[in-house]
C-alpha cells in the first residue's frame, strides 16, 4: 500500500481565486490521479499526471483550468483556477498499486 | 444507463445486523472489483479487492462477485457503529492502464 498526505485538508476561497492542492506520497510512483468527489456522485477523474511529461485529462476537465504539476515521482499538484461555487467538491489524490487504488485523505473545497 | 449503479442510501441498522450493499454494473470487461471505505472528512480506504467471480471473506466482511449477473456485494456480519461510513465499489479491466470506475457510494449507519 501507499501513504499519501494531501494538503490542505479543506479550505474555503472566494470566487475568482485559485487554489493549489498538493499531494505527497512515500514511494515513487509512476502515475498520480487527481479525482473530483460531488455529493452523491461517483468519483470522477479529473487527469493522470505523469512525470516528466504534460497530464492527460479527461473529457470535460482541461489544463487551464487545473494545471497540474509532477516535478518528480513523489509528488504533484493540482491547481483548481478562478474558481466558481460549481468547483466546491472534494478532490483526492491517488495512486495505484498492481490492482487497487489508493487515496490521500482529500480537499474539502468550499467557493463561496 | 450508467456504467456503475449503486443505491446512495442512506441506510440505516442496528448494531449486531448483517448488512447487504450491492452494486451492478454494465462492462462485462470489468475484472478487478473493490470496495472502499469512506469516513466523513477522510479519502476513501481500501477495504477489499477480488478478481474475477467468486466470494473473498475478511473478518466480518465478505465480498461477492457474480459476473453472469454482473452484480457485486458486500456482506458486513456484526456490524458495528464503527461501520457508519460510506461505502463504494470500484472496478476496472484487465491492463495496469485501465480507468477505474466507482459507483457513487450507499451511506450507512450503524445504530448502537
Known amino acids: 500500500s501507499a501513504v499519501i498526505s494531501q494538503k490542505p485538508s479543506r479550505d474555503i476561497c472566494q470566487r475568482g481565486t485559485s487554489l493549489t492542492i498538493q499531494c505527497q506520497v512515500d514511494s515513487q510512483v509512476t502515475m498520480m490521479f487527481w479525482y473530483r468527489q460531488q455529493p452523491g456522485q461517483s468519483l470522477t477523474l479529473i487527469a493522470t499526471a505523469n512525470q516528466g511529461s504534460e497530464a492527460t485529462y479527461e473529457s470535460g476537465f482541461v489544463i487551464d483550468k487545473f494545471p497540474i504539476s509532477r516535478p518528480n515521482l513523489t509528488f504533484s499538484t493540482l491547481t483548481v483556477s478562478n474558481m466558481s461555487p460549481e468547483d466546491s467538491s472534494i478532490y483526492l489524490c491517488s495512486v495505484r498499486g498492481e490492482t487497487e487504488a489508493f487515496f490521500g485523505q482529500g480537499t474539502r473545497l468550499t467557493v463561496v | 444507463q450508467k456504467e456503475v449503479e449503486q443505491d446512495p442510501g442512506p441506510l440505516s441498522v442496528p448494531e449486531g445486523a448483517i448488512v447487504s450493499l450491492n452494486c451492478t454494473y454494465s462492462n462485462s470487461a470489468f475484472q478487478y472489483f473493490m470496495w472502499y471505505r469512506q469516513y466523513s472528512r477522510k479519502g476513501p480506504e481500501l477495504l477489499m479487492y477480488t478478481y474475477s467471480s467468486g466470494n473473498k471473506e475478511d473478518g466480518r466482511f465478505t465480498a461477492q462477485v457474480d459476473k453472469s449477473s454482473k452484480y457485486i456485494s458486500l456482506f458486513i456480519r456484526d456490524s458495528q457503529p464503527s461501520d457508519s461510513a460510506t461505502y463504494l465499489c470500484?472496478?476496472?479491466?484487465?491492463?495496469?492502464?485501465?480507468?477505474?470506475?466507482f459507483g457513487p457510494g450507499t451511506r450507512l449507519s450503524v445504530l448502537p
Open positions: 470500484a472496478m476496472r479491466g484487465l491492463g495496469y492502464g485501465q480507468n477505474f470506475v
